[in-house]
């Protein structure tokens, strides 16, 4: 019985203890409150639908967190400046290392993801002008060791992975949702286009099956799309996966009638090095990125080609007809050649032995 007012206090201790502690919370409230707020990656507020995410599952939704990468890369493509910067920083940002010559074609920019138009070559688009309503997805900068980018801290949260991420994550939900429509082709589009300047075939390679296979039989896409998918699935096809054979039947089975991707499949099938280094020439930066893939095992077979046919060659000839330095010849290929002549102008590619 003498226990109970024991308890009874001890309740009340309890309660006084929380209430004090509530003041001290306050108290802790004020102090929490001076620090910095947390500040959430738009890009980052939403998971995989393959991993229970459901908000994105809403069409508006969607179409919000569309915008968001719109604006995104409008900023990075506003912050690069110009043509050759934007060019290192998709060079950076690539996620394959590819052998690509210094003076390879310039690339162009996707055009804006809120329209389904073909690619547009560079210059740079200005804000201005750019359609109502719409704009570039943004990648921000990723810097390099030891360098640093001209994008603040915030701005280079959203880096390649980043946005490719996104962009995995709206093409999840519009596949859960199974939503078919011009939106959908836009978003898709986008994507590949992205994911081949960025090299990155796990983001291209299957939105490029799932817009033919998927959505194309229930919303067509135009003569210019599905030319210019089917274009960059047989390019991917005999460059990056070195499959002729596929190649040539995607080829047939699609119609695809285009002469660039001919001359690819023929200096390929004839290790023609002259006629690849034609085509390359004058294809648009998209077709540039896929064929990379396989240029360096045609560069290399042009060497072997070279070794088997010459003595001896001028420097500035074979560093201007390979697009590499010397240096980079015997760095990148493996090439045992000597340099020859007063300053280093020829190179001796085998010696003639004198009779004994």
């Keep these: 019985m003498q226990r109970k007012p024991g308890r009874a206090s001890s309740g009340h201790s309890y309660g006084h203890t929380s209430h004090h502690h509530g003041g001290g919370g306050g108290g802790g409230g ?14 980052s507020e939403y998971g995989l639908p393959s991993k229970g995410e459901k908000r994105l ?11 968001k990468i719109a604006e995104r890369y409008l900023a990075f493509c506003t912050e690069a400046g110009d043509k050759d910067n934007l060019q290192k920083q998709f060079a950076r940002l690539s996620v394959t290392d590819t052998s690509s010559s ?50 603040s801290p ?23 949702t199974q939503r078919r429509d011009p939106f959908t082709i836009q978003v898709y589009l986008f994507a590949i286009r992205l994911g081949i300047l960025a090299k990155s075939f796990e983001s291209y390679y299957p939105a490029i099956l799932y817009l033919l296979r998927s959505v194309h039989p229930s919303c067509n896409l135009t003569s ?24 040539f039947k995607l080829r047939r089975e699609y119609k695809l009638s285009d002469k660039k991707v001919d001359g690819v499949l023929k200096a ?18 998209y077709r540039v990125k ?33 697009e590499e330095s010397w240096e980079g ?28």
């Design 268 to 285: 390929l099938v004839g290790d023609n090095y002259v006629l690849w280094r034609r085509v390359k020439r004058g294809v648009d930066g």
């Design 154 to 176: 915030q701005d280079q949260s959203g880096s390649l992975p980043s946005i490719l991420s996104a962009l995995r994550k709206l093409r999840e939900a519009l596949v859960a």
């Design 329 to 356: 010849l015997r760095s990148k290929y493996g090439v045992g050649w000597e340099l020859g002549g007063e300053k280093g102008e020829k190179v001796v590619i085998r010696k003639v032995g004198g009779k004994g």
């Design 224 to 247: 210019v799309e599905l030319s210019e998918c089917v274009s960059y699935l047989v390019l991917d096809t005999a460059c990056r996966r070195q499959d002729l054979a596929g190649a």
């Design 57 to 67: 599952l809403s069409p508006k939704v969607q179409e919000s967190y569309y915008s």
């Design 102 to 151: 210094s003076s390879s074609p310039v690339i162009s920019i996707p055009p804006s993801p809120l329209t389904s138009a073909p690619p547009t070559p560079l210059p740079l688009p200005t804000p201005n002008s750019l359609p109502t309503g719409g704009s570039f997805p943004d990648i921000s900068l990723v810097t390099t060791a030891g360098g640093k980018g001209n994008l």
């Design 30 to 43: 004020g102090h929490y409150s001076r620090l910095r707020p947390v500040e959430l990656d738009p890009l």
């Design 290 to 322: 896929l064929m990379e893939f396989a240029d360096g095992d045609v560069k290399r077979r042009m060497l072997m080609a070279m070794g088997r046919a010459y003595l001896s060659l001028p420097r500035e000839f074979l560093e201007g007809h390979m």
